[in-house]
C-alpha cells in the first residue's frame, strides 16, 4: 500500500469510529456534499446520512477561504438538517480548516447547538451536536 493510500485509510477507519457510539435519530450531516457520497458504503449505521443528493452540484463561489466560498452548499447542507433531530453529527473536511470557509456553517452551529462530542481525525472533523433549547 502506498503512503498515500494507508493515510487515506487510516482517515476512513478512524473518522468513521464515531458510528460505534451513534444511537437512533441522530442524523450524520456531511460537508461537503461530495463527501456524503461514499460514506454509506464505508460503513454502516443506524442513522440517515445527509444530505443524499446533489453531491456534485457545488463549485466554489468566491475567493478560496472566504465566507462566501461554499456559501451556496453549506445553505443546502444546513436545510437537510430534519427540523426535529435534537443531536445531530456533523462530519466536515480539510476544507473548513482554510481561513473563513465554513464560518456560516460555524454560525451556524453556535446559534443552535452546543458541541457535546468532538474529534478531529486526519484532515476530518466529527461532532455530535445537541440543538438548543429556545
Known amino acids: 500500500m502506498t503512503p498515500a493510500a ?3 485509510s487510516r482517515k476512513v477507519e478512524n473518522s468513521l469510529s ?7 435519530n441522530q442524523p450524520i450531516v456531511v460537508f ?6 461514499a460514506l454509506p458504503y464505508d460503513c454502516q449505521g443506524i442513522n440517515k ?6 453531491f456534485f452540484a457545488f ?3 468566491a475567493e478560496k477561504g472566504s465566507a462566501d466560498a461554499w456559501r451556496s452548499q453549506t445553505e ?23 481561513k473563513d470557509a465554513c ?19 486526519y484532515k476530518e472533523k466529527v461532532r455530535l451536536l445537541r440543538k438548543k433549547q429556545k
Open 76 to 98: 443546502f447542507v444546513i436545510s437537510e438538517i430534519p427540523p426535529g433531530a435534537e443531536e445531530i453529527w456533523l462530519l466536515t473536511n480539510e476544507k473548513c480548516d482554510v
Open 32 to 37: 461537503t456534499a461530495f463527501d456524503a457520497l
Open 103 to 121: 464560518r456560516p456553517l460555524e454560525n451556524f452551529v453556535r446559534q443552535n447547538y452546543t458541541i457535546t462530542q468532538e474529534k478531529n481525525f
Open 18 to 24: 464515531f458510528r460505534k457510539n451513534e444511537t437512533p
Open 59 to 61: 463549485e466554489r463561489e
Open 6 to 8: 494507508d493515510r487515506k
Open 49 to 54: 446520512i445527509l444530505p443524499d443528493e446533489k
